[in-house]
Structures are given as structure tokens and as C-alpha cells.
């Protein structure tokens, strides 16, 4: 048995071969990823194989039409463990945000089935009848529309697989990443360095070259709030007093971040206080 089956139903399987490649084609490989790509026009029954009509009430654009999403989904929990639903993540930039601890909670899940749409969307009853026989989550990846929701599944399915036992080679792999939870929640990752110790005159950080496991442990901390500072002010505003220890405070002091106690969140000391 594999640990996680998915499939996927789309107008454009072909833009889904690179779940053969890299890390999510090794996991296929070896057994622990079961992946089943579904062509939606298998299940039109007229003869121009139609997926897409006019919407109701006027507007731009076309919207997927029921019958073959609910013909595809039909099928697909029929191929299926007997008894068995698979939790269906429909990708649109109306669902709610795709982050790591929902690839978390998916990459828990046995069984995933991703319905991506294109033109404007699928007509609304496939997502609430579904949602009577099965999870839905409706997620989206970002504040951007995309042409469809297939290199969305792309993403979200890498984001997953990579979280799956025994698919990344370390099983510590994960617990340094940016947003891990626990150390990293809110936390992006700091830079990296390998071999040559100097190239182009430029030299990697001593620290790192120190063999100080407890130094270097602090000065990535430290690198990673000031990367979150520069680049995630929104993140900044997570954070919690109790996260950090005093050391740590003195650190974001440096850095300009003091805890203002009034606000309840660290801010910058240049920031002036809003009236
Ligand atoms: Cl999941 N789909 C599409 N079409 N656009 C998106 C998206 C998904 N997430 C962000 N933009």
C-alpha cells in the first residue's frame, strides 16, 4: 500500500507530467505516492467533448458545466478503497489560503483528489454536492489569478508529498523550513552557504565555520528574524512577546524591534505610534 493516493481530474493531464520528475516522481517511483491523472472530457457524452458554457445572470467568460465534474467525481470514488472518500481540494483564488500547515494536515490524509478548474470556475452545485459525500477545501496559493488550477496542484502536491514519511531522504528536513511550526512558525529562513569558503572574495559568515553548534543555532535565529523583518512585516506582527527569550529580544532590539506592550506586537522603534 502506498501511503497516499491522489487524483486529479483535468482538461490538460499533459500539464501535470511534471509530477514525474524530481522529488514527486521519485515518491511515485518507489511506491509511496499513487498518482492517477483523469481527462474530464472522458466523461462528456456530445460530440465536440463540451466542459464549458455561458454563466447564468451574464458576465464575461465561461464556467465548467456540472455533468462531467459530477460524472469524473463519481468515478473517481468508485476507483477507489471500497468505503472509502477521498478529501477533494478544489484550487480557485476564492478558497481559503494554502499554507504549510494545511499541506500538513492534507499530507495526513490517505486519499486526495484535486479538481482543477479553468475558465471561470465550476458552477457552484458540483462543489456543494460533492461536499455532501466528501471534505472539501477549497484553497488558493497566493493573491494572483492563474490561467487554471493545474499549476496550482503542481504546487499544492509538492508542498504535500515533500511532507510524506520517508520522502524526503532526512527525516529532520522539516523542521528548519520557513512557517515549519514549533521554532519556525512566522519564521522565514535565513541564508545558506556551501564550499568554497571564498569565492569572488566573498567569505562565508566565520560563525558558520566555527563548529559553535549552540553559536550557529542563535546567529540563523538571528538571521531569520532579520529576513522576516525586511520581507514580512505581517509576520512581524505575529509574533508574541513569550516566543523569545531575553537574549533573543535584544537581538530584534537591534534589529529596531521592540515589544510595544500598548499594541501587543513587536514594532520598529523608527515606526512612530499611530494616534
Ligand atoms: Cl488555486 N487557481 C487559480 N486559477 N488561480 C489562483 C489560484 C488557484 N491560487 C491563486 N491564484
Known amino acids: 500500500m ?19 520528475v524530481s522529488l514527486v516522481g521519485k515518491a511515485r517511483a518507489r511506491g509511496q505516492l499513487d498518482v492517477h491523472l483523469h481527462d474530464l472530457r472522458s466523461w462528456t457524452t456530445d460530440i465536440h467533448r463540451t466542459v464549458d458554457d455561458t454563466p447564468y445572470g451574464g458576465g ?32 480557485t483564488p476564492s478558497g481559503r489560503r494554502f499554507t504549510q500547515d494545511l499541506a500538513q494536515d492534507l499530507a495526513a490524509r490517505p486519499w486526495l483528489a484535486f479538481a482543477p478548474a479553468r475558465y471561470e470556475g465550476i458552477d457552484r452545485r458540483v462543489i456543494e454536492e460533492a461536499a ?6 477549497e484553497a488558493s496559493i497566493g ?24 520522502v524526503l531522504g532526512n527525516a529532520e528536513s522539516h523542521r528548519d523550513d520557513s512557517f515549519a511550526p ?20 566573498r567569505e562565508v559568515p566565520e560563525i558558520l565555520l566555527s563548529g559553535h553548534h549552540g553559536k550557529i543555532a542563535q546567529w540563523r535565529r538571528e538571521q531569520a528574524f532579520a529576513r522576516t523583518h525586511a520581507n514580512r512585516p505581517d509576520l512581524v506582527a505575529r509574533w508574541q512577546r ?23 506586537r513587536f514594532r520598529s522603534v523608527a515606526e512612530p505610534v499611530e494616534e
Do not use: C, H, Q
Open 143 to 166: 493573491d494572483y489569478v492563474l490561467a487554471g488550477g493545474e499549476v496550482a496542484v503542481l504546487v499544492m502536491v509538492e508542498a504535500i508529498a515533500r511532507l510524506l514519511p520517508g
Open 182 to 201: 514549533g521554532a519556525m512558525a512566522d519564521l522565514l529562513e535565513g541564508p545558506v552557504y556551501t564550499k568554497p569558503a571564498e569565492w569572488r572574495g
Open 242 to 264: 513569550e516566543s523569545f527569550t531575553k537574549k533573543e529580544r535584544e537581538a530584534l532590539s537591534v534589529l529596531g524591534l521592540a515589544w510595544d506592550e500598548a499594541e501587543g
Open 60 to 91: 464575461p467568460g465561461m464556467v465548467m458545466k456540472p455533468e462531467p465534474w459530477g460524472a469524473a467525481l463519481d468515478a473517481v470514488l468508485a476507483a477507489g478503497p471500497e468505503g472509502e472518500v477521498p478529501t477533494l481540494v478544489v484550487p
Open 2 to 20: 502506498s501511503d497516499m493516493r491522489i487524483d486529479v481530474v483535468t482538461i490538460f493531464p499533459e500539464y501535470l507530467e511534471p509530477l514525474n
Open 132 to 137: 455532501t459525500r466528501m471534505p472539501v477545501v
